[in-house]
């Protein structure tokens, strides 16, 4: 043929084209399992691959949710944290743990993904809020493709279930984890129209010494386990103790323009 490739060559003599799985990260919501999105419930049924994170020897809340729909253990791949609150998080050995353990993931995860399979990452609330699966995203996101189910925030399903708009006219919102200083709590506080205040746990008298010094304790309400079972929602300043478990907040609702 004058040294000219066929045209008409079959397609099987054709390369084909790499197929691998794609990256699911699932928002599961605040916690009510009624929150949860179609779409999320979609790629919950149908993924091969079911990552959910957890603490050593219990299961996390991502994959609590999912108990209505999920039946096949099978298919359930549990990563569990070398450390959750043994070491503070800017500790050299935290980060280097927390560091190795999202390689590895990813690793394990990159194989089912090289093989074709599907993996959805079961994340709290939105996976892009203050979410682990953030980790695996940065990991993988350039080598396979991505799809980001949002979910409604912790923060979103607490302030609905006190009954408390968080914003009105021009306020503005300031998010806050509890693990900032006293005194940057206590800057942020002062400068912002509202505030929701998460990642409490052993925080909680820090964070109510910080909203005492910006003279803003009364307007507070605190926030425990919103939109699953055991919630509870009382006013900070009548909350007796300092006990707030992970799933709790603080929320600081605004006081702006109402026509």
């Not at 394990?108 to 399979?117: E, I, S």
């Not at 942020?188 to 820090?206: S, Y």
Request: hydrophobic fraction near 45%; charged fraction near 25%.
């Amino acid at each position: 043929m004058d040294g000219f490739e066929r045209l008409d060559a079959p397609a099987e003599a054709l390369p084909a084209a790499a197929v691998t799985g794609t990256v699911y990260g699932v928002g599961m919501g605040p916690g009510d399992p009624d929150l949860l999105t179609v779409k999320a419930q979609r790629i919950l049924m149908r993924a091969p691959v079911l990552v959910h994170f957890c603490k050593r020897g219990k299961r996390g809340n991502a994959r609590t949710i999912a108990d209505a729909i999920l039946r096949d253990p099978d298919r359930e791949l549990a990563l569990a944290y070398p450390y959750t609150t043994e070491i503070h998080p800017e500790h050299p050995d935290y980060v280097a743990a927390l560091a190795g353990f999202y390689d590895d993931a990813a690793g394990r995860l990159a194989d089912h993904l090289g093989a074709g399979r599907d993996v959805a990452i079961l994340s709290e609330g939105d996976p892009f809020f203050y979410g682990s699966f953030m980790h695996l995203w940065r990991r993988l996101k350039d080598r396979f493709p991505v799809e980001v189910i949002p979910g409604v925030t912790g923060m979103s399903g607490c302030w609905t279930r006190a009954g408390t708009p968080i914003t009105w006219g021009d306020d503005v919102l300031t998010v806050l984890p509890a693990t900032l200083s006293l005194d940057i709590l206590t800057e942020r506080l002062r400068g912002t129209d509202a505030a929701v205040v998460m990642k409490l746990g052993r925080h909680l008298p820090k964070v109510r010494a910080a909203l005492a010094e910006a003279g803003l304790l009364a307007r507070a309400v605190y926030v425990e386990r919103g939109t699953m079972a055991g919630e509870r929602v009382v006013m900070l300043a009548d909350k007796a103790d300092d006990a707030a478990p992970y799933f709790s907040m603080v929320l600081l609702p605004g006081e702006g323009r109402r026509p």
